[in-house]
């Protein structure tokens, strides 16, 4: 993506950044399947264990780092790993520096000089790729195509360990995703006097969350270029199976050119540090294709249910057709999925709208939670999980 001067201490284009440390550099060649081949007091000399007599390239370190010119040898060790590993040298030293880092890249094309962009547009773009972070890291357990309002923590805290950083090029933003996260779960034991039938490391939750994103940036641009070429319709995009992405991450696709769609470039790379490593994936979105996008998100907000969604506000309307049995009322408040204040309609049995009826004569609040269901501009909630009424400062 481009090619600039890098100074003697410097990772080739990553500017001022510092080049690894030799153990951190032998950690990972260890990591990644090279073996020590030669060691003559000066120098080691690395190969990879799936090397052959036609691809017969080697890596050459320094055995201390106070040689004068480590930087410069530093350097031509990640330009030997990038060519091996089809990754860019900045790409590798991240791998390094997180400890297992896999990169998400995005290569705009903005009406402007080389290496800038208008703020709006970076601005659109940084923020959509965090959300896309997100969504994809809460899809790993929640399959709904409109994911619930309230994020998982653990998705949260993912994305913030995630680094962002330009490399060379029209105007570049290069992810780092770390391999492992440091969110900590309680492991289940296994039961007592049993032994494992086979100890497989479970894939990194990093790797997991990166391979969801390809997966599902694959499967929505080959949807919304069928959608464009009239082979399919919208709709398709609301049909559940393997890879389908969430309302949240067709958003972030269409976000990532900014305001304008301008046609923007995709790059998956993976560590070698993780089983199941691929080589990387590049996507090339058009235009046309981040608005259908943009349309489907629309689409499954509107026509899908929204799970767990509470809205606290007044009765400000009732109706029952007998004296008895169960009612619908309207309330005027506010969702905590958007935080808007909007009437919503709830249907309610006998011993809840009983309930509603009092606060209406008392002016208290209510709260109710459900799954959102919008049609145009009416929004109702259904499969009620909970009704009450909210005290009063007299209650207190």
Known sequence: MGNVMSGPGEVPGEGNKAVPSLAVFAGYLRGAG????????????????LSDAETNVRVVLPVSQEVRDYAGRINEALRVLAYVERRLPQE????????????????????APAGEAPLLVAHSAISA?????????????????????????????????????TQPGSFVLSLSLPLEDAYTETAASPTSGQEPLLDVRPLPFGRR???????????AQRLAQEVGDGDKPLSSFGQPGQGAANATELEA??????????????????????AGSREPTRLRITPGQQRILGEAADFLRTRQPRAGVTVIGLVVRLFREGKFGKGEVVIQGIDDDTGSARRFRVELDESDYKLAVRAHGTGLQV???????????????RRLVSFSVLPGIEDD
């Open 34 to 49: 090279w073996v020590l081949d030669d060691d003559d007091g000066r120098t080691t000399l690395w190969r990879s264990r």
């Open 92 to 111: 590798v030293a991240a791998d390094m520096s997180f400890g297992g880092a896999d990169n998400v890249s995005v290569r705009l094309t903005p009406n």
């Open 129 to 165: 790729l965090r959300n896309y972070v997100i969504a994809s890291a809460v899809a790993l357990d929640a399959d709904s195509l409109v994911l619930p309002p309230r994020r998982p923590q653990r998705a949260e805290s993912y994305a913030a360990q995630a680094r962002i950083s």
């Open 209 to 219: 969350v990166t391979s969801r994103m390809l997966a599902a940036a694959q499967k």
């Open 253 to 274: 696709l269409s976000c990532l050119g900014g305001p304008d769609h301008d046609v923007y470039q995709i790059r998956f790379s993976q560590s070698p540090l993780a």
């Open 367 to 381: 709260t109710a939670t459900g799954d959102l269901d919008i049609r145009g501009t009416r929004r109702s909630l």
